[in-house]
Each structure stands twice: as C-alpha cells, then as structure tokens.
C-alpha cells in the first residue's frame, strides 16, 4: 500500500539556520504531494503542495520539489525564525485510492532557538 | 467562519460510554475526511463521504465507530462502548471537489478525546 517516511525528529536549530526535512514517499499511481504543518493545539495548515513531476510547491520561504525518480519531496527553508517551530507533516493523495484520502508520514518536530 | 469548526475542542468520557464528535466543514464542499491522529503520530484516515454518501469506511477500526452526514454539510463521528485505546485526536477537513487529487484538504483544530 502507498506509505510516507520523514525524518525522526526533533530537528533543532538555531534561527537563520537551513532547513531540510526529507519525505519520501511509495504509491501505486501517480500522487500530489502535501507539506501541512501543525502549530501547538491547532489543526493542519496547509503548507504547500506539487502535484505533478518536477513541480516545485513554495510559499512563506519554504520549497519542496517533487522528484519521481527518487520518490521524494523534501522541504527546505533558507532561513528559520524562532516561529517556524512547530510538527511538520509530509502528505499524498493518490488517484488509484479512489477517495483521494491522505496519506501522511509521521510528522517532525521542529524546534528553533533563538 | 470560513474554516472547519469541530465542536467539543476537549471531550472527557468514561470508558464504556458513548461520545458523539461534530464536524461543520466549510459552506460547500463536497467531500468530507474523518482522520484519527494518536498522540506523536501523523492523522490516519477513518471515513470518507462524498456530499450525504459515505463512500469509503475502510478506516473506521471496528464497528464500535459510525459516522454519518445526512444533509451533505455537517457530520457526526459516534462511537460506542469506548476503549482506553480510541483516546486520540479526531480531526475532520474537507474539500471543495470530489475525487480530485490535487485539491488540498482544510482541517479543523481538531476534537481531543480521552478516556479514562
């Protein structure tokens, strides 16, 4: 079945240091790609998304990729601020599903330090 | 509101009881996700409905759990005879389209349950 893996965390930083959380991802047909993140006591915001080949998803200063040949989808940031910190989530949503429901990775904790 | 409003946000209940979630997604949208989220774990689907029809309840981990959606807007997660190990966070998102895989699903905050 289709599954996502990230990285173990807590990925912690200081501020203005870069930022990679790697997800890679396995499906049966051909999924969009999510990063949601999840601040203490809130629900999932959607971060951005790539939903084919070589798309690259961006927004407030995070980027992630979709590369099929290495089945993966990583999220950058150049930058941290002490108010990234939060639970990252990796995501897909695969056609062959039928419903199109997620498939999410087991988040990352991401703390940074001022 | 515009967003997805999940009502209780904290629900208490004795092992044994039955408890009853809303979700209210947002004015509209078509499909309709019920996701479990243990505590340190990513969500993991529960139900899916597509307006009043519930098309996939593949999730849902025994028959102790029910949903429905019976106007095709607000939906009520049910479940009876509670366990320890159903205490987690619920959460509800939905999305504007059915069937499409691109379109991003919007959460609520979630309803937290613990069972004692």
């Known amino acids: 079945g289709d599954s996502v893996t990230q990285m173990e965390g807590p990925v912690t930083l200081s501020e203005e240091a870069f930022l990679t959380i790697n997800c890679t991802y396995t499906a049966t047909g051909y999924p969009s790609l999510f990063w949601y993140v999840q601040y203490p006591g809130e629900g999932l915001q959607l971060l951005l998304k790539?939903?084919?080949?070589?798309d690259k998803g961006s927004n407030k200063g995070f980027e992630a990729t979709y590369r099929k040949e290495t089945t993966s989808f990583h999220l950058e940031k150049g930058s941290v601020q002490v108010s990234d910190s939060a639970v990252y989530f990796c995501?897909?949503?695969?056609?062959?599903?039928?419903?199109?429901?997620?498939?999410f990775g087991t988040g990352t904790r991401l703390k940074v330090l001022a | 509101g515009a967003g997805v409003s999940q009502s209780p946000r904290y629900k208490v209940a004795k092992r044994g009881q039955d408890v009853a979630l809303r979700c209210d997604p947002i004015?509209?949208?078509?499909?309709l996700f019920w996701y479990q989220q243990a505590l340190g774990q990513g969500p993991e689907f529960l139900t899916y409905?597509?307006?009043?029809?519930?098309?996939?309840k593949s999730g849902l981990p025994s028959d102790r759990f029910f949903a429905e959606r019976p106007e095709g807007s607000v939906s009520t997660l049910k479940i009876q005879r509670t366990q320890q190990e159903d205490s987690a966070v619920y959460l509800c998102?939905?999305?504007?389209?059915?069937?499409?895989?691109?379109?991003?699903?919007?959460f609520g905050d979630g309803t937290r349950l613990s069972i004692l």
């Open positions: 409905f597509q307006n009043e029809a519930q098309l996939d």
């Open positions: 004015s509209g949208h078509v499909s």
């Open positions: 995501a897909l949503s695969d056609p062959s599903s039928g419903t199109y429901k997620y498939i």
């Open positions: 998102a939905s999305s504007s389209q059915a069937r499409v895989s691109n379109q991003p699903q919007h």
């Open positions: 790539a939903t084919k080949a070589d």
